[in-house]
């Protein structure tokens, strides 16, 4: 199973970015799948997070600003990111709970820096 990210970027200030995260691989279900980030000296965080059922959890930092969202058919979660800030640079990870073959497990993807200029 792979998680893969991508839309990440050099945005300024104001703008937006849209993540998305494709799982691939052999799976049988998805369950909640998650975005998270890692500034530089910081600890890693949660973003947003999409349960199967479709419920949504925030950071109290990004509500109102990020959307988080799903395509079950295309195994893709996406994190629509407006009203961008400099505190929103990061390295951002997906994450998903995946029952694959034999197992459930928690991936992660390689990371996609998003980098906000004042």
């Known amino acids: 199973v792979q998680l893969v990210e991508s839309g990440g970027g050099l945005v300024q200030a104001g703008g937006s970015l849209r993540l998305s995260c494709a799982a691939s691989?052999?799976?049988?279900?998805?369950?909640?799948m998650g975005w998270y980030r890692q500034a530089p000296g910081k600890q890693r965080e949660l973003v947003a997070s999409?349960?199967?059922?479709?419920?949504?959890n925030y950071a109290d930092s990004v509500k109102g600003r990020c959307t988080i969202s799903r395509d079950i058919a295309k195994k893709t979660v996406y994190l629509q990111m407006n009203s961008l800030e400099p505190d929103d640079t990061a390295v951002y990870y997906c994450?998903?709970?995946?029952?694959?073959?034999?197992?459930?497990?928690?991936?992660w993807g390689q990371g996609t820096q998003v980098t906000v200029s004042s």
């Open positions: 994450n998903a709970d995946i029952q694959g073959l034999g197992r459930r497990h928690d991936y």
């Open positions: 691989g052999i799976i049988f279900s998805i369950n909640a």
């Open positions: 999409i349960t199967s059922g479709s419920s949504t």
